[in-house]
């Protein structure tokens, strides 16, 4: 057991991804298809809230993000949504660093 638990730590750490949160919200809006399942992520004002539907709401609240505002366009099938909705917040991520590197270098 404790091997299994050493091993789960490790795919944790190597898979763990860095989610840019500004004022409790995403720094701006995304939309994403993969596979069959389209998420629109958008900022949402402080105090409104995570307003998502099932999948998406575990992800952002677990991501540490108190206000946002989704949209499941696509397939109904959870699974989808849930990496769907992870390779949305690494593509903001990249996003916004590039975003940041660039607005810094001028």
Same mark, same amino acid.
Request: hydrophobic share 40%; proline share 5%; charged share 25%.
């Given at each position: 057991?404790?091997? *299994?638990?050493?091993?789960? @730590? =490790? #795919? %944790?750490?190597?898979?763990? !991804?860095?989610?840019?949160?500004?004022?409790?919200?995403?720094?701006?809006?995304?939309?994403?298809?993969?596979?069959?399942?389209?998420?629109?992520?958008?900022?949402?004002?402080?105090?409104?809230?995570?307003?998502?539907?099932? *999948?998406?709401?575990?992800? @952002? =609240? #677990? %991501?540490?993000?108190?206000? !946002?505002?989704?949209?499941?366009?696509?397939?109904?099938?959870?699974?989808?949504?849930?990496?769907?909705?992870?390779?949305?917040?690494?593509?903001?991520?990249?996003?916004?660093?590039?975003?940041?590197?660039?607005?810094?270098?001028?």
């Amino acid at each position: 057991v404790s091997s *299994a638990i050493k091993k789960g @730590v =490790s #795919l %944790a750490r190597k898979h763990a !991804i860095e989610v840019p949160i500004v004022k409790g919200t995403i720094p701006f809006g995304f939309n994403i298809k993969l596979g069959a399942a389209r998420i629109m992520l958008k900022p949402a004002p402080p105090g409104s809230g995570v307003i998502a539907g099932g *999948a998406v709401r575990s992800v @952002v =609240s #677990l %991501a540490g993000i108190k206000n !946002i505002s989704s949209k499941v366009l696509g397939t109904k099938n959870q699974a989808s949504n849930v990496y769907a909705t992870i390779e949305a917040l690494k593509r903001l991520a990249t996003r916004y660093e590039r975003e940041k590197y660039l607005k810094g270098k001028k």
